[in-house]
């Protein structure tokens, strides 16, 4: 056997720009955890998504240095295929990283997928909870835009909680058409808005605008700004404020909307202070939903989270597909590298069958 065997110094599996590209790759991927631990909001998101994606990088060209060795301490026994294997490994050090490396960047992308879908799942739902004033939402039935008055008035006229049942209309700013709310100053005070600046309080001829739909039409506090009602009526309105995270582009008085638009109904009621049970049960056989900020939340978003997860699966199955394709190419391209290995094997008495068990078992501890 020793005459027979072919004495063949691989070259270093470890080029220098790899190495460098490598460990750069790895510090930068601590550099980001680090930067989205101590930022907020969509900063920290992309820094951890940048993290991810340098650490799967760096992993992967980095390979050669630490899976020969990682094979050495998992593979164990004493047998012959055991033996083949290690040996494989100390030796086709290149082989071994190029089966993996598909396999490495394969889970790596499907663990930064999936968990970044489902932390921006559970952000946004927590949000989205959060920005609800009340303990309790009374949306329409399904199918429904709006609840139907008799829900409205009996809302109103259950118990003592706060209630709070603004009326959604809708008004043309220049060229846009903005979605608004018309509600009184109790209700306004209660939706417990993050002012910007100027004031929330409502009154007659005078708006609060949400930050992006005051980005959208160009005004800003104490600005006079010409709206047209579903009446088709003009009507200047001054900004009186500005809010972040509101449920609606804009805020009227009750009664300016209610004046120009006379179809405006309730879209939502928040409902404070009263149990849920026993709301559900009053308005049973109404098809309107009594739920918790979390429930209306998610029931709401239900339909994009379905479309989101399918995109979710579309994306892992192609990467699972390419994974494979090079697995299999790197596998055949080994295959003919070892055609003088396997050719020793035959001389020296191995059968076919021999020849291909340990070739399958040495694939498959590769994997």
């Known amino acids: 056997m020793e005459s027979l065997r072919v004495s063949e110094v691989e070259r270093s599996p470890m080029t220098r720009s790899r190495g460098i590209a490598g460990v750069c790759a790895v510090v930068g991927a601590f550099a980001f955890a680090a930067a989205s631990g ?86 946004f739902d927590d949000n989205a909870s959060a920005a609800v004033p009340t303990d309790l939402v009374v949306s329409p039935p399904e199918g429904a835009p709006t609840l139907p008055p008799d829900v409205v008035e009996t809302v109103h006229s259950y118990g003592s909680g706060t209630v709070i049942a603004p009326v959604a209309t809708s008004v043309v700013f220049g060229d846009r058409v903005v979605d608004v709310w018309g509600i009184d100053s109790a209700g306004m005070s209660a939706l417990d808005l993050e002012v910007e600046g100027g004031s929330a309080d409502l009154k007659a001829g005078s708006i609060v605008l949400d930050r992006d739909a005051a980005g959208r039409v160009g005004a800003h506090i104490g600005a006079t700004v010409e709206t047209v009602f579903p009446d088709g009526r003009n009507i200047p309105l001054e900004v009186a404020g500005i809010v972040t995270g509101a449920p609606a582009f804009a805020f009227v008085d009750r009664g300016t909307a209610l004046d120009h638009d006379r179809t405006a109904m309730t879209p939502v009621l928040y409902a404070d202070g009263i149990e849920q049970a026993a709301l559900a049960d009053t308005l049973a056989g109404t098809g309107a939903q009594v739920e918790t900020p979390s429930q209306y939340e998610s029931a709401g978003n239900a339909e994009d989270e379905r479309l989101l997860r399918l995109f979710e699966l579309a994306l892992v199955g192609l990467s699972l597909t390419f994974a494979a394709l090079a697995v299999a190419n790197t596998m055949a391209m080994a295959t003919t590298n070892r055609r003088a290995a396997f050719g020793l094997l035959q001389r020296i008495g191995a059968t076919r069958r021999q020849i291909l068990a340990s070739s399958q078992r040495s694939r498959r501890w590769s994997r």
């Open 38 to 123: 101590l930022s907020t909001g969509g900063s920290s998101a992309m820094y951890a998504v940048t993290a991810v994606m340098s650490a799967i990088v760096g992993v992967t060209a980095l390979g050669p240095v630490y899976l020969p060795k990682l094979m050495q301490i998992l593979v164990r026994g004493s047998g012959p295929t055991a033996e083949l294997i290690r040996a494989e490994s100390a030796h086709g050090v290149r082989r071994v990283s190029s089966v993996l490396s598909p396999v490495l960047v394969l889970v790596g992308f499907a663990v930064m997928l999936t968990g970044m879908i489902d932390t921006m799942d559970t952000a």
